[in-house]
């Protein structure tokens, strides 16, 4: 009782002091719970990864895949990222949970270079907050060695609110990063606070324009008119750019003309399973095999 009432002040901030009040206990209770619940779920495997694919509509073919978590809680069923990473970004939970998610990329990695694949990048989630934190790049370095999957296999996408956090801290990161061979997109592009300055200092490969932009193209003019204004700020930075979240042939056609190829979206494919992603790049594979041959 007395961590929770130090806890629930804490979360009302220190000038708003109020007194503890039994009736606060349940608030406090059902938090604790809740972050309880994601450590056990860490520690029971109640996760596990889809791979939605990236697509290259120039060729067609699928260039890398956006891993995504996902939550197969014993009572509640399944449950989607927004309802628990919000919660473990609040504490180290989400170091966590990014660790758990790029060491089973990598085993993923394994299992489709073991299996004849040709090697296709799989993109990351990380949270600011664990990007930044001590040790983040020491443990990816450990990792790739441990695994002994070269760098260039995962992909780190990141949201624009890490870079107001400390700018040379990211520098050096990245830099460490790109060193490895790992490549930095910047997420859901267009929503946060990133300035043309941030953009240009730091060492970026690809904006992913978030998908509420794509989603008003045809509907509204300025749909279109912010899509083509990203496209072209990344061919100015000579930056890639993937859109995400294209559910409709309309929206792909768009975005083609505009000069921006690489999508992901419902109306290329849903995230699939491992078995899927697989079967997939098997199909793409044996199809390139026999037009070369
Ligand atoms: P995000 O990284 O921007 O991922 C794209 C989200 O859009 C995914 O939702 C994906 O399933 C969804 N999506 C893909 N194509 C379409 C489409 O055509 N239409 C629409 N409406 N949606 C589409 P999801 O999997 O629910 O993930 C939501 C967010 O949760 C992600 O946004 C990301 O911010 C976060 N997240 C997911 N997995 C992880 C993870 O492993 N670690 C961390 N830290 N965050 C994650
Ligand atoms: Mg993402
Ligand atoms: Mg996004
Ligand atoms: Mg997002």
Not at 196 to 222: M, N, W
Request: proline share 3%; net charge negative.
């Amino acid at each position: 009782q007395a961590d929770m009432a130090m806890y629930w002040a804490k979360q009302n901030g220190r000038d708003n002091a109020k007194f503890f009040q039994p009736h606060m206990a349940k608030e406090v209770t059902s938090h604790f719970q809740k972050e309880q619940e994601v450590q056990k779920a860490l520690d029971c495997d109640q996760f596990y990864l889809v791979f939605q694919p990236q697509i290259d509509t120039r060729s067609g073919a699928v260039f890398g895949f956006e891993a995504l978590i996902r939550w197969q809680h014993p009572e509640k069923g399944l449950i989607g990222p927004m309802d628990f990473v919000p919660l473990a970004e609040e504490s180290n939970l989400i170091c966590r949970i990014g660790e758990w998610v790029l060491e089973k990329t990598l085993q993923t990695q394994v299992n489709w270079l073991e299996s004849g694949i040709t090697a296709t990048p799989i993109a990351v989630n990380i949270s600011g907050r664990h990007f930044i934190s001590e040790g983040f790049l020491a443990f990816i370095t450990d990792l790739l060695k441990r695994y002994e999957v070269p760098g260039n296999l995962i992909k780190i996408e990141i949201t624009e609110g890490v870079f107001i956090h400390d700018m040379a801290l990211c520098i050096e990161i990245m830099a460490g990063l790109k060193a490895l061979g790992v490549e930095i997109s910047v997420d859901d592009f267009g929503t946060g606070y990133s300035s043309l300055h941030y953009l240009k200092r730091l060492p970026l490969d690809t904006l992913k324009i978030d998908k509420s932009f794509v989603c008003e193209i045809g509907d509204q003019a300025e749909g279109d008119k912010i899509c083509e204004a990203v496209v072209q700020l990344a061919q100015n930075l000579e930056l890639n750019v993937i859109a995400e979240g294209v559910e409709t042939s309309q929206q792909a056609e768009v975005l083609n003309q505009l000069g921006c190829y690489l999508h992901q979206g419902y109306y290329y494919d849903r995230p699939l399973s491992e078995t899927a992603a697989r079967v997939i790049l098997k199909a793409q594979q044996s199809h390139t095999d026999i037009r070369v041959s």
